[in-house]
């Protein structure tokens, strides 16, 4: 057997048509591509934060549980007594953990542009996917539309990220609802931006059957900790524990997690000065008569470029040291639109610079 044989014999056909998800390199330039909290912890927090990392034992293996940092993120989520908490390292893994307790060959539904690894672990699943078009203003749910796939394609998981990444928009909520009370199968309410939004799901857990609220923290500021949840039903918490991996959240995560959140004032601080920055971001960028910027209830900012330039504009501010997300070749309404996180305010400013002087190249 040739080796591209052999390949082809033991790797099913979605996995052999995907590509991988790439991230792009920072080395040298201002990061604001990725969502990423910009700003690290004061000396005293970190000084506490080694003390404890100190008495951590590696030689021994995580709580499968991670008993302790669960408890914190109850509290923390004011999450009533009557539901569970399942963790995973990411958001990313518990969307991997749902899928691949669906049926075969079941239907995956989320609102189209989303966040593209619903559609990534669906591929490498064999799952079918469906994404439904937004409107194209305002970017809202295109709740008719949506109804009508549902019925035809009876999903068994809907995902509606809140607010949506890459759009940054929070849906209407009464079509969430509607949504929630059509659907076959569950609706997973992404909460990623949650820190940043003004609204949210989690109080409504107890009013329906089948909806589940997902969490993380790397929005929040611990990015490299990997570390998601995922709030709802004991009884459906419970099947999706089976497949998790026992030791799927490492000892320093669960130890540096829960001492970050429960000194989480810093973290409130940080989060208020990007939702400040944000505003101003925006309105510089509205002030740019050649560009677009929409309404944000997130940590970063979607915006329409001239057309056909947002690839010369994205390079040029890369060029000059900013790297930021380029989304026109996905095409929709994504055409001629970047995205750009939220960083410090020096950062910020070289980012509006160099979109200045890639415009006057233009
Ligand atoms: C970033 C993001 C996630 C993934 O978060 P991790 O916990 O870092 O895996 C999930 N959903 C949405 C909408 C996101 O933007």
């Known amino acids: 057997m040739t080796q591209s044989n052999l390949i082809s014999h033991v ?42 990392l100190k008495e951590c034992p590696l030689n021994r293996y995580p709580d499968p ?16 007594d009557q539901f569970e908490i399942l963790l995973g390292n990411g958001s990313d893994e518990i969307i991997q ?11 995956v539904l989320a609102p189209a542009p989303g966040f593209v690894m619903y559609k990534q672990i669906s591929d490498s699943l064999g799952l079918k996917y469906i994404g439904v078009p937004l ?10 539309a949506m109804l009508l796939a549902i019925e035809q394609h009876r999903p068994h998981v809907i995902f509606l990220a809140y607010p949506n990444n890459p759009t940054a928009n929070l849906f209407n909520e009464n079509a969430i609802v509607e949504i929630i009370k059509t659907a076959p199968g569950l609706v997973v309410i992404d909460e990623a931006y949650a820190p940043f939004a003004s609204a949210s799901f989690v109080d409504q857990l107890g009013h329906y ?28 918490i419970e099947q999706l524990n089976k497949i998790r991996l026992p030791y799927n959240i490492n000892s320093l995560t669960q130890v540096s997690a829960d001492f970050a959140l429960s000194n989480k004032s810093f973290f409130d601080e940080q989060t208020q000065a990007i939702c400040q920055e944000r505003t101003l971001v925006s309105k510089a960028l509205n002030e740019f008569k050649e560009i677009i910027a929409y309404p944000s209830a997130a940590n970063f900012i979607l915006f329409k470029t001239p057309e056909g330039k947002a690839t010369d504009i994205f390079l040029s501010i890369k060029n000059q040291g900013v ?26 400013k070289a980012f509006l610079d160099a979109l200045q002087n890639s415009l006057k190249e233009l």
Request: glycine share 6%; charged share 25%; with cysteine.
């Open 11 to 52: 790797i099913r056909k979605e996995v052999l048509a995907m590509s991988a998800y790439k991230v792009a390199d920072a080395t040298g330039l201002i990061k604001l591509d990725a969502m990423e909290n910009p700003y690290s912890w004061p000396e005293s927090i970190k000084a506490e934060w080694l003390a404890i």
């Open 65 to 80: 549980d991670a008993k302790t940092l669960t408890q914190t993120l109850k509290q923390l989520t004011h999450l009533p």
């Open 97 to 107: 953990l749902l899928l691949m307790a669906l049926p075969e060959a079941s239907a």
């Open 135 to 144: 409107l194209t203003e305002g970017f809202d749910l295109d709740l008719p």
């Open 209 to 236: 059957d089948n909806i589940l609220v997902m969490r993380t923290v790397s929005k929040l500021g611990l990015a490299g900790l990997r570390l998601g949840y995922l709030m709802g039903r004991p009884d459906i």
């Open 323 to 348: 790297l930021i997300k380029n989304m026109t070749s996905q095409g929709g309404v994504l055409t001629d639109c970047l995205r750009v996180t939220i960083g410090k305010p020096e950062e910020n």
